[in-house]
Structures are given as C-alpha cells and as structure tokens.
C-alpha cells in the first residue's frame, strides 16, 4: 500500500541515476571489441537465440528491442552481436553485473546520501552537496562552466534547438531565481560531475534527473538518454505529469490504477487533479487518499535512505513450456543449487559487511494444468532464514512443500511424486530483511570469548558473530535478526505463510527467459527498486525436532561442521555451556508460537523486560540489559556484576546458578543487604529499590 509522506522541504535535491544498457555496458567492457556495434546480452537459455534482456543504443537504432529473442534481433539487425550472460550452476550468474553496480554506487555516494535502489539505479540526496556549492560558489559566480552541465535538459526551457544551450546556461546562471531553482541548478553541477567521474573510472555511461523529490527524479533520469541528465524545475512539476497515464506511476500498475480508471475514468496524472483530496480519501481511505492527492500534484516526501547494499538478495530460475519442473526430485535439484548460491552470498554479505538475513521466500509459477487451478497462484512463503546451504535448502524444501499443498487443496490427488497434475515454471529463492549486525554488540558469547586466544581466523570469528547476535536478545531491528538468527543456528523450523507482496527481486535476479516478466516491466514503468519483503509469518506447520539438528555451518577452512559441534568444543574449552544455552534456549526467550515476523520481533523485545531475558554479561564484565522503557524506546544498561545481588541467583534457573555464582564468588560482599524481588530484570534494574 502506497504510504503518504509529507515533504520534509521542499529544497531538497534529490537525484536518480540509472546506468545506459547495463548489462551490455559490463560486457562492453570486459571485450572492448564490441563497443560502438550492436549488442545485446542474451540469456542463457538459448532457444531461438536466447531472449534480449538488454540491448544497446546502436542497435536499439535498428529497431531491436528487449522483447525480442536473439533470432529476431539477428534479422533486423545482422551485425548485432548477441553475448550470452554468465553462467554457473546452469543458471544466470549477475554477479559481474552486481559487482559493476556496486563499483558505482562507490563513486555516487562520495557526495551525498546514497540509496541503491535496484542493481543499476541509485537515488542520491545531495541537498548538502547543493548548499554548500550555492554559498560558497553559485553558479552565477562561475566563469567557465562544464558543457555537460550544459548539456542538461531543463524541463520547461522552450528555445530553437540551436539556442537551447544559451537557454539553460542563462536558466542554470539566473541570479533572480527562487532558491529551491538554484538549488536544482547546483544539483545539476554535482551530477554532471559525478557522472563524468563514474564515466573516467569505470568507464560507464549513466543518466540522471535532478528533482526535489525521489519520485520527480526518478521520472526524469529516463527522460533523456543515454548519458544525459534531466532537471525537473518548479515550474515545470505540472506539465511533467499531467500527460502521464496513471498506470505508468509507480504502484499504480495494478489495482489501484485500475479503480482509478475503471471506478473514476482517471487516465492520466492530469485526470486526477480534478479530485479533492477528501472525496479521495472517502474512495480510498485516508492514507491512500491522501497519497494519490500528493502525486497528482508531484509532491512526494520519500527520503533517500542510506543505503549502499542491496536490500535482498534473490536466485531462480524458470522453467518454460515443456522445461516444467513436475517432479518434488527436480525441485529439489534446482533449490539445491538456489540454496548453494544464496548461501554464499549471504556469507560473503556477512563477512564483508557484518549483515545476517532474517527471512527466507520462495516464490514459485506454477503450471496450470486444469481449468480450476488456472485462477490460482502458487502462494509464496516465507520462513526465518538460517545459515548454511542444508539449512536453506531443508526450510526451502519445506515451503514448497507448504505451498504446493496450498496451491492443490483443491485437487490433492495431484500432489506428491511425479504426476502430471502440476509444473513450476519459476523457482526461486530469496533472502530479506537484512540488518546490521550493531557493531560492539555485547553478548555473554563475547563475554566468554575474550580469553580465548585460539580463534584466529575471519570465518570463525564470524560464526562467532552470528552466534553473539543471536544470544543477545534486543529490541528495535536488531532484536529480530539476533533472536532469529538463534533460531536459524539452532531450530530447524517450517513457519510458512502467504506472501502477497510480489517478488520485485526477482527483477534483479533476471531470471532466464522471464518473459513475461520484462512485460511487466515495462508496465508498470520498473523502478526495479527492491522492494522489502515484508512477510508475516505464521506458524503453520509443526515444530520440527530442534534438539541435536545440527546447524551445518562453514569452518575457517571451509568446510562444512556443525554448529553442535562448535557449541560442544566452547563447552570443553570454556565450561560454559550451560548458562550459554539458558540465554539461547527458546523457553529462555519464550517466543510466540503463533506471530507474524513483526509481531514475533515486538513479543521478543518486549520479552527483553521480562525475565532473564535480554539479559547478559557484557565484554567489560558487567550484564547488559535491553529492554524497553515506559516510551516504548530502547533502554540499553550495563550493571556491573559487583553491583548485582548475589540473592537473585536463587531465582535463576538451576542449571545456572552454579556459574552465575562463580562470576559473583570474587565480588561477595560482607552486607548484603538487598531485598529479593520477583524477577531479575527487577534486580539487575538500576532503578530497582534498595
Ligand atoms: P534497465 O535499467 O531497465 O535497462 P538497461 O540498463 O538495459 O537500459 P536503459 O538504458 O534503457 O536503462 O535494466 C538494467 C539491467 O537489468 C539491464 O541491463 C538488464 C537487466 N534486466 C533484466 O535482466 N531483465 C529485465 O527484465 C530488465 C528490464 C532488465
């Protein structure tokens, strides 16, 4: 559902850049021979020629276009030169494509914030950027200016076409224009510039607009290509997007655009004016109301989030005609090699960037092999996403399983072994809800760890992270990742659930020979942004065992141990074990059984305040404490252990007490005088009373 943001200012800068053709761009460079001659990446299945997931100018000039297979592209083009995408595990392999996007939106964010929004946009605020330039060095005050600031379409300048430079370089040097149009004007500067220094350093060409707002910026930047950039001024908002069809706006190419034009005859942003925001929000609601009140009118309050990672990361594949998978064996060959994929990926996120996934999807097409299943969809599900190839691959086994369940509950004859009652002709996988793991987290793991000399290597200190972050029980975004990641280490489970939102990442995973979905595309305008996938889950499916299933995890030589395994050795090296697993154990967080991931994630913060929960040593040999304050906010408090009551150890769980009095045993005061109290959240409470 569109959310209605109020614009914070109205002189904010905001930019959208997206890189020309840039799957054939990244091949371009790595065989330099192909530049400037038709080209056009294929996928990798290759019937009749493979279909064209991208296609550069010079052969977009002959009339090639992305829906074509490579056949058809040959014959209206025969010197197009037609590059097959990479290939592993007998699918697609973006990650030169990512990689590449990601050597960009390095040199993007050296200006301001910087949001990746798909594998080839960034939206960027530069509102900073722009002030500083228009205090310190308007561009009125300029004496030579760049021609690619030149070059700029300014939306709304109407001169000849040989004046038109003249035009926007008097439009870009207006000293008696309004602030926010000089603010736009310095934008324009700061673009250019990046742009030129994306060009110099990875030799790609990219396009951008220049806007007060996300969704202004993100019309423009493909206005003009490639390799230009659009300004959209005040002025001008109206004009930009009165002509537009409705269904081209972003979120309006389903059935809300539909109503619009069915239920209003609304067709175009212009048809929408001449609706008050009341009688709106009476069709619509108030938020949605609202929301289609504001972008009739360009206004759009959307912060640029700081974001230089991808919000998910998805695989899979489809699987067209008669290449259906029909078989539980073939589903588990390909999730198999989806599970290995994601399962790397999600390791090398954790290692570079010190980030754990919560939520694993699988979506599915499914073949529709009688009329009454025709009208339905393979329902996605979602589950908490833990670590290490079996894992995925048993928790992605047991959502398709849920699912195909689902999907033939009407004809439950079909399911099972190989029939002919069904075929999936798109798989995949993705991993969502990705969060920092907070850098300085404490936890009783750290506690323990310092005196252990033996972990040297990066692998292994990672395991020990993820372990940490799932010790430690928190509130606030972390608290989910950590108490799911205690899960995905060590309880196996089948949570499914119907995912209504659509898989945006499977844009970005450019599933071969997703026809349909280029189509779709195209629709509905693909900002390609990754959309989050917010999935709530619910326990459906019972309990698998989790005691003893071993959590397979990579060790520093990269082979696979589990994580009992790992649990056993602390235990010997450390004797620990016990209290370890009182803090980890699920009785101790007492999750819900039934809750969505959100409400899942509010019961385990709110969990934080109760018992011991939430409650752990910290590195500097205090407990830390998170739980939440009467505001709701998160209260984040170290108790030394000398000023713990030794009294509230007989509270503690037996199993324990033992070690708890071990910590306590050197701090022993003579007069102990404090008064016992009915939880240990209540006495390890700074405000707790004497
Ligand atoms: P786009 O930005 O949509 O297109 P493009 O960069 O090829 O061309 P343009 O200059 O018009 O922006 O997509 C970025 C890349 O994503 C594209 O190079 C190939 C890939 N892609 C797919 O794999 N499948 C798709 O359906 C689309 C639209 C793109």
């Known amino acids: 559902m569109p959310v209605a943001r109020p614009e914070s200012s109205d002189s904010r800068v905001i930019a959208h850049v997206d890189m020309d053709c840039f799957y054939v ?10 530049r400037g001659h038709p080209t056009a990446v294929v996928q990798y299945n290759a019937w009749k020629g493979g279909g064209l997931i991208a296609v550069s100018y010079e052969a977009r000039s002959f009339g090639v276009k992305r829906s074509m297979r490579g056949d058809e592209a040959k014959s209206v083009c025969p010197e197009i030169q037609l590059v097959r995408v990479p290939v592993a595990r007998g699918k697609a392999d973006l990650s030169i494509y990512r990689n590449a996007g990601s050597e960009v939106v390095a040199i993007l964010s050296r200006k301001g914030r910087c949001e990746r929004a798909s594998i080839d946009e960034v939206y960027l605020d530069l509102t900073d950027a722009a002030e500083k330039m228009l205090s310190e060095t308007p561009p009125e005050s300029l004496e030579v200016i760049d021609d690619e600031v030149i070059k700029s379409h300014v939306l709304g300048i109407s001169a000849e076409p040989s ?25 324009a500067f700061i673009v250019a510039e990046l742009r030129m220094q994306v060009l110099k350093e990875t030799q790609f060409s990219c396009s951008a607009g ?21 300004v959209v001024p005040f002025v001008s908002i109206k004009s930009l997007l009165e002509p537009l069809p409705i269904r081209k706006m972003k979120q309006l190419g389903g059935k809300l655009g539909c109503s619009l034009q069915d239920d209003l005859g609304v067709n175009t942003v212009g048809d929408l004016l ?20 504001n972008i009739a009118r360009g206004i759009n309050g959307d912060e640029v989030e700081s974001r230089v990672l991808p919000k998910s990361h998805g695989t899979g594949k489809t699987f067209p005609g008669l290449n259906c998978l029909k078989t539980i064996a073939a589903i588990e060959r390909w999730l198999s090699k989806f599970s290995e994929e994601l399962a790397e990926r999600l390791e090398v996120d954790l290692e570079q960037n010190k980030r754990i996934a919560q939520t694993l999807t699988l979506h599915a097409s499914a073949h529709k092999a009688t009329e009454s299943q025709s009208q339905k969809k393979f329902p996605s599900k979602s589950c908490p996403l833990r670590y290490g190839t079996t894992k995925i691959l048993e928790d992605a086994l047991n959502l398709f399983q849920a699912g195909l369940r689902e999907y033939l509950s009407s004809s439950s004859k079909a399911y099972g072994n190989g029939c002919s009652g069904w075929g999936i002709t798109n798989l995949s996988l993705s991993a969502s809800k990705i969060v920092d793991i907070p850098s300085g987290t404490c936890s009783i793991m750290k506690y323990f760890h310092t005196q252990d000399q033996s972990c040297s290597s990066t692998k292994e200190f990672n395991d020990k992270e993820i372990f940490e972050a799932a010790t430690l029980s928190t509130s606030g ?28 990442t499977l844009m970005q995973t450019h599933l071969e020979d997703e026809s349909r979905m280029f189509e779709d595309k195209a629709q509905t305008n693909f900002s390609r942004e990754i959309s989050s996938l917010s999935t709530p889950v619910k326990k459906n499916e019972p309990q698998l065992d989790s005691v003893g299933e071993d959590a397979v995890i990579k060790d ?22 016990s209290i370890l697993q009182f803090f980890q154990t699920k009785n101790c967080f007492q999750e819900p059984k039934e809750e ?30 998170l739980h939440r304050g009467a505001d709701q906010s998160r209260v984040d408090c170290i108790y030394k252990i000398d000023e713990i009551d030794p009294n509230v150890v007989d509270e503690l769980p037996r199993e324990i007490q033992e ?32």
């Open 659 to 690: 070690e708890v009095r071990a910590w306590l045993r050197p701090q022993k005061r003579a007069n102990n005088t404090m008064r016992r109290g009915s939880s240990i959240t209540h006495y390890f409470s700074p405000n707790k009373n004497l």
């Open 163 to 187: 004046d038109v430079r003249q035009a926007v370089r008097e439009w870009i040097c207006r000293s008696n224009a309004d602030r926010r149009d000089k603010l736009l004007a310095c934008g």
């Open 25 to 34: 761009q990244v091949e371009q460079r790595k065989q330099p021979e192909l």
């Open 274 to 293: 001449q609706f008050s925001e009341g009688r709106l929000q009476e069709r619509y609601g108030i938020n949605t109301g609202t929301w289609l009140w």
């Open 596 to 625: 969505s991931v959100n409400d899942m994630q509010e019961t385990t913060e709110s969990s934080c305040s109760g018992k011991a929960d939430g409650t752990v040593p910290s590195e500097s040999g205090g407990i830390r404490s």
């Open 210 to 230: 220049i806007a007060h707002n996300k969704m202004l910026a993100k019309l423009a930047s493909g206005m003009n290509k490639p390799a230009q950039q659009t």
């Open 477 to 504: 975004t972390c608290a989910g990742s950590e108490s799911y990641l205690m899960k995905h280490l060590q309880e196996p489970q089948t949570e499914c659930h119907e995912d209504g939102t659509k898989m945006n």
């Open 556 to 577: 520093a030589a990269g082979g696979n141990r589990s994580r009992d395994q790992k649990g056993k050795a602390l235990k010997e090296k450390q004797g620990t074990s």
